[in-house]
Every structure is written in C-alpha cells, then in structure tokens.
C-alpha cells in the first residue's frame, strides 16, 4: 500500500502556542485526508485535499497540500484545550477501496 | 442515525481462543474496512470490502478472516487468538471514490 510518513510522532504545547504535524510521502499522492482522534475515541475526519498547492481552512485549523503532493501539513493557530487528539493524515487509492493512514501525531495541550 | 456500529466495546480472551468482532453500517455504503490500531502504528488495514460478495487483503491479514454478510454488515474473525493480536479494531465504511470515512466507537480486545 501507499506509504505515507508522519512527523511529529508526539507533541507537547503550551495552550496558546501553534502546532504543525506533517505528512510526507516519497511517491505523489492523488489526495490526502486528515483525521482527529480524541483520547478513548475513534477517527472523525476532517478534510480532503486534493489539488497541488491547495489550502483549506476551517476555524483555527489550516491544511495544505504541497506543490510537488508528496507532501501535507495541519497547522492549528493558538492550541486550546479542545484541541487534544491524534492527527492522521489519510491516502484513498485511485480505485477509492482502501484508505492507509500515517502513523499519526499524539497533540498534548497543556492548559 | 447510528453510522457504524460495532460489537463487543471490550473483550478479553485468551491465547487460542476464537472470536468474531461484528460490525454494521446504516448509510448503504458500498465499502466497508477492518482496520487495527497499535500504539506507534497508526491504524493498519486488515481487510477490506469493496462492494457486497467481494473481500480483499490489505496491509496485515495474517490471522484474520472475514466475511460480507451483506451490504450492511462486515465481520471479523479471529480463528485463533494470539497475544501479537492485542489491539483496538476499528470498522470503517465509506462510498467509493476517494471519500471520507467513518468509524465505528472501536473493540478494545484483549489476548492473554
């Protein structure tokens, strides 16, 4: 399957500081999806990405897709509480059968 | 509308044992998932089905069956547990063509 890279694996932030986790991959993607994931619960996605250079944003959450789309970040601006979870960021095949994760980015928000 | 739902939350068994995680979606999705969630893993695709009557491999099915009851419902079975098999198992569905999906609350098994 497509593999897909995520960095950082945890990270720990003062409530109010930004928070970025990135996502890599060494072939080019034809999408890319992230999802949040609250302690004790399950994936809820996010957003899709689709086209090179393209930015979303939604509330205090901005997502990019890089030029090349071998690369994706989340960046949150000023971390609240509500914020703790794992990110993922998510590849769909062509065939849109199979979804493979990255390996995710643990947010820690300390108030 | 209850999405995915899957059975049992909890389970504990033990080494040799046999069990079926059971999971059913009320959205009429074509696609439905099986994935297991370890700690540093991410969430790794076991199998996966993408249309009624078919199933297919996917990233660690070894130790794993499953089986497409019907549009609706997608199993999986664990014909004889090993302690390697500890995980949270995460049903999914979606539509096909490159849309979200959506997961079920998760099964946090348990083989000792």
């Known amino acids: 399957g497509q593999q897909v890279m995520q960095i950082p694996q945890y990270q720990h932030v003062q409530e109010g500081e930004d928070f970025t986790t990135y996502c890599n991959s060494s072939?080019?993607?034809?999408?890319i999806q992230w999802y949040k994931q609250r302690p004790g619960g399950h994936p809820v996605f996010l957003i899709q990405?689709?086209?090179?250079?393209e930015v979303k944003k939604q509330k205090r959450l901005t997502f990019q897709f890089g030029e090349a789309k071998k690369n994706s970040s989340l960046h949150i601006t000023a971390t609240q509480t509500t914020d703790v979870g794992t990110y993922f960021c998510?590849?769909?095949?062509?065939?849109?059968?199979?979804?493979?994760f990255g390996t995710g980015t643990s947010l820690t928000v300390i108030p | 509308n209850a999405g995915v739902t899957q059975t049992p939350k909890f389970q504990v068994l033990k080494t040799g044992q046999s069990m079926t995680l059971q999971c059913a979606q009320d959205?009429?999705?074509?696609?439905m998932y099986w994935y297991r969630q370890d700690p540093g893993m991410g969430l790794r695709l076991i199998y996966y089905?993408?249309?009624?009557?078919?199933?297919d491999k996917g990233e660690v099915p070894n130790g794993y069956n499953v089986s497409r009851l019907n549009k609706r419902e997608f199993s999986l079975r664990l014909e004889s547990a090993a302690p390697s098999q500890t995980s949270v198992y995460f049903c999914?569905?979606?539509?096909?063509?490159?849309?979200?999906?959506?997961f079920g609350q998760g099964t946090r098994l348990t083989v000792v």
């Open positions: 999914a569905s979606s539509e096909v063509g490159r849309v979200k999906a959506f």
């Open positions: 072939t080019t993607l034809s999408n």
């Open positions: 990405l689709v086209k090179s250079g």
């Open positions: 998510a590849v769909v095949t062509n065939t849109g059968n199979q979804f493979y």
């Open positions: 959205m009429n999705h074509n696609s």
């Open positions: 089905s993408a249309s009624e009557g078919t199933t």
